[in-house]
């Protein structure tokens, strides 16, 4: 029987989604069945990841397991984080403080520029000819 989670979450960034289940544990941070450093071997995708365990200085107090689909490594990587965030708010009163002051806990609502008619993209025009 899998472990019952402490904190859950759900993170969302552009296309992708992360859910979020951290456990009583030493520190281990699994994406996908597979370690997180192996998932998102750039530095600058695990330091954001990390970022809300460094704020609430909880690095090694909690396993953290998470499935995440959509998006690319960005997406996923920030998605994860939100997740994360999300989890750790319902700690305590002041971690929430703590995040929310980070700018951890806001969705970043920016997403992709749906095409229009008549465009090539969402704002690219056809290339105008005098003659």
Same mark, same amino acid.
Do not use: C, W
């Given at each position: 029987?899998?472990?019952?989670?402490?904190?859950?979450?759900?993170?969302?960034r552009k296309t992708s989604v992360a859910r979020? !289940? =951290? *456990?009583?544990? @030493? +520190?281990?941070?699994?994406?996908?069945?597979?370690?997180?450093?192996?998932?998102?071997?750039?530095?600058?995708?695990?330091?954001?990841?990390?970022?809300?365990? !460094? =704020? *609430?200085?909880? @690095? +090694?107090?909690?396993?953290?397991?998470v499935k995440v689909e959509g998006g690319g490594?960005?997406?996923?990587?920030?998605?994860?984080?939100?997740?994360?965030?999300?989890?750790?708010?319902?700690?305590?009163?002041?971690?929430?403080?703590?995040?929310?002051?980070?700018?951890?806990?806001?969705?970043?609502?920016?997403?992709?520029?749906r095409k229009k008619y008549g465009l090539k993209?969402?704002?690219?025009?056809?290339?105008?000819?005098?003659?």
């Amino acid at each position: 029987m899998a472990q019952q989670a402490l904190y859950r979450g759900t993170g969302r960034r552009k296309t992708s989604v992360a859910r979020v !289940r =951290i *456990l009583p544990g @030493e +520190g281990k941070i699994t994406v996908n069945g597979r370690d997180y450093t192996e998932y998102f071997p750039r530095l600058t995708y695990q330091h954001a990841i990390r970022s809300p365990l !460094r =704020i *609430l200085d909880a @690095e +090694g107090r909690y396993d953290i397991v998470v499935k995440v689909e959509g998006g690319g490594p960005t997406g996923q990587a920030e998605a994860v984080r939100h997740g994360i965030a999300r989890a750790l708010a319902e700690e305590s009163e002041s971690a929430r403080a703590e995040l929310k002051s980070a700018g951890l806990l806001t969705r970043d609502a920016r997403a992709v520029e749906r095409k229009k008619y008549g465009l090539k993209k969402a704002r690219k025009r056809p290339q105008f000819s005098k003659r």
